[in-house]
């Protein structure tokens, strides 16, 4: 197993505008996948009557998103460039599936906002949406690709205009530093601009889109913490036994070690750890791994509940103080609304038991004491109960474990991130 500095990296933006695409180019390109592997792909794209769908078949696994030709569940894959391991989190854009997006970005250490050149694409409400949920998920370092150049003759003109628009009217106001923001041109479909300069676009003097994943910042590992590995999806496999994965935020887990799971409370011994299908004796932060427990069932565990050491268990919130900014809600809220509460990987309903303030985001200052609600654009501060045991860390401790989206009635009506936690007895 390399020993590369490991990112996950998030692709968002919208529904068809190329990350599939683009995660597959990727692939191919770093020889993370075959030439017979992309050739089956190729074959099955044609059979769907999808023309160029093979890059994206690499990620969209199921049967179901290649005929639809669009992504529903995260899908996870590794690839190396010189300085760096990454794994991929390929993102759904689809607005049915922004909950699964969630449970993506919350893992991620860096985010690629894909926005299409190809007219009567652009700057999509998704597009503004995940930019958004990142933003508010703690997402600091973003890469831009503006896809589908080709559709445009590689023009410089139609590149500017989109670049001026998604840095200074999309990303400038959510407090990006957009100086510091790649703004890459590519390819995905005929791999222009993707691990080499492309000579299609002379005009542009940035870095290709490998040599922009190359400048981003390796994120400080957690290892002196208390061990948290959010759990993604339990597994029972035939011969092995249990078998849970997730991403280690914090610690390390050792073959050997005794872990407890919450809220469930159950308690077993780590017996093997892998991560890509190689063994491992020790995980560390960033790495997402799947660990057999020996004495404890499938049924015991799910998505959603933590996974700690004994010395030092997860914290089960009985009520939590949160941050957060409302994106989206028809109306106002006020005390007694009961949302769905998006953390980590755990879905709660969570009812808003007071608003204690209304906050000014530039300067953090409160400006208004309990107010009666809150809208649209507002910034808050309020107390939360979940309706049933879940995890909850403050954002200040475990950052992964304290940023959370609320959704109603399909959209996400706003996200933020955990001040204080009350535990549960």
Same mark, same amino acid.
């Given at each position: ?139 600091? *370092?973003?890469?831009?690709? &503006? #896809?589908?150049?080709? @559709? !445009? ?8 205009? =989109? $670049? ?67 759990? *993604?999806?339990?597994?029972? &496999? #035939?011969?092995?036994? @249990? !078998? ?8 390390? =887990? $050792? ?67 949160? *941050? ?102």
């Amino acid at each position: 197993m390399t020993r590369k500095p490991h990112l996950n990296i998030v692709i968002v933006g919208h529904v068809d505008q190329g990350k599939s695409t683009l995660a597959g180019r990727l692939f191919y390109e770093t020889g993370a996948i075959r030439e017979d592997e992309l050739k089956k792909l190729r074959e099955l794209s044609q059979e769907f009557k999808i023309e160029g769908g093979e890059f994206a078949y690499i990620l969209d696994r199921e049967i179901e998103e290649r005929k639809r030709g669009m992504t529903i569940d995260i899908a996870h894959r590794p690839f190396e460039t010189q300085k760096y391991f990454f794994t991929i989190i390929d993102a759904p854009g689809h607005r049915d599936f922004v909950k699964n997006m969630i449970t993506g970005a919350s893992q991620a250490d860096a985010a690629i906002l894909v926005v299409s050149a190809k007219p009567g694409e652009g700057i999509q409400a998704q597009t503004r949406e995940h930019a958004y949920l990142i933003r508010s998920l703690g997402i600091n *370092q973003l890469i831009v690709a &503006i #896809t589908k150049m080709d @559709t !445009v003759n590689y023009d410089e003109s139609a590149y500017n205009k =989109l $670049k001026d628009e998604v840095l200074n009217t999309l990303l400038k106001p959510l407090g990006y530093p957009v100086d510091k923001i790649h703004v890459v041109p590519v390819s995905a479909q005929y791999g222009e601009n993707i691990t080499k300069r492309s000579d299609k676009m002379p005009w542009y003097k940035g870095p290709c889109l490998v040599e922009a994943l190359d400048m981003l910042q390796a994120p400080p590992r957690p290892v002196d913490k208390p061990l948290r590995i959010p759990i *993604q999806d339990v597994f029972s &496999i #035939t011969g092995v036994g @249990t !078998v849970p994965v997730g991403r280690v935020e914090s610690g390390r =887990l $050792k073959v050997g070690d005794t872990v407890i799971f919450e809220p469930s409370g159950v308690k077993g011994e780590v017996k093997s750890v892998e991560m890509h299908h190689q063994p491992m004796q020790e995980a560390l932060p960033g790495d997402n791994i799947g660990f057999n427990v020996r004495g404890v069932a499938k049924t015991d565990i799910r998505r959603g509940d933590v996974a700690g050491h004994p010395s030092n268990p997860p914290t089960v919130a009985k009520e939590f103080i949160a *941050q957060v900014v409302i994106l989206e809600h028809p109306t106002s809220i006020s005390v007694g609304y009961t949302p769905v509460f998006h953390i980590h990987t755990a879905t709660v309903a969570g009812k808003i038991v007071e608003i204690i303030a209304k906050i000014d985001p530039k300067t953090g200052q409160e400006i208004e004491k309990n107010p009666q609600f809150i809208k649209k654009g507002d910034v808050a501060k309020i107390r939360v109960q979940p309706l049933k045991p879940v995890v909850v860390e403050k954002f200040s401790e475990f950052p992964a474990l304290g940023r959370f989206a609320m959704r109603d009635m399909g959209m996400t009506v706003g996200a933020g991130i955990v001040l204080d936690v009350v535990k549960a007895k």
